[in-house]
């Protein structure tokens, strides 16, 4: 009789740290969307900075007259990668982003600071 008692209890107590992890994860869950919903101005500042640095890659790149295959061969990457780059999906490592600006014949910095000056534009007309 005892046994079952200390089972009950035992359940019991079980039942009710399961509730308060679940409602735990809940609480964390619902301040996790707040942040995110929060966040919409950072993200669409992010988006703004990936599609320049795509524009970016992909207008050196032709300036340079090179395929998007010979870049992907001279970087040793894949030419998805290079066409996820300059369409934004993605982003190029920093050691790809300075192999990047060396095949094109400018310094990093110089690409960097078209970006930003993209990013100022875009602002200024908003």
Do not use: H
């Not at 950072?42 to 524009?55: A, D, H, P, Q, Y």
């Amino acid at each position: 009789m005892i046994f079952y008692r200390l089972a009950a209890i035992a359940y019991l107590i079980f039942c009710i740290m399961v509730i308060g992890v679940a409602g735990y994860l809940l609480i964390l869950v619902i301040k996790a969307l707040k942040k995110y919903i929060n966040s919409k101005e950072v993200r669409e500042e992010k988006k703004v900075i990936k599609k320049s640095l795509g524009e970016e890659l992909k207008e050196n790149r032709l300036r340079c007259k090179m395929t998007q295959e010979f870049v992907s061969e001279t970087l040793g990457v894949s030419r998805q990668a290079v066409s996820k780059w300059e369409n934004g999906t993605s982003d190029p490592s920093t050691s790809n982003l300075l192999a990047l600006a060396k095949l094109y014949g400018i310094s990093a910095e110089e690409l960097l600071n078209s970006i930003k000056s993209k990013e100022n534009n875009s602002k200024e007309e908003s």
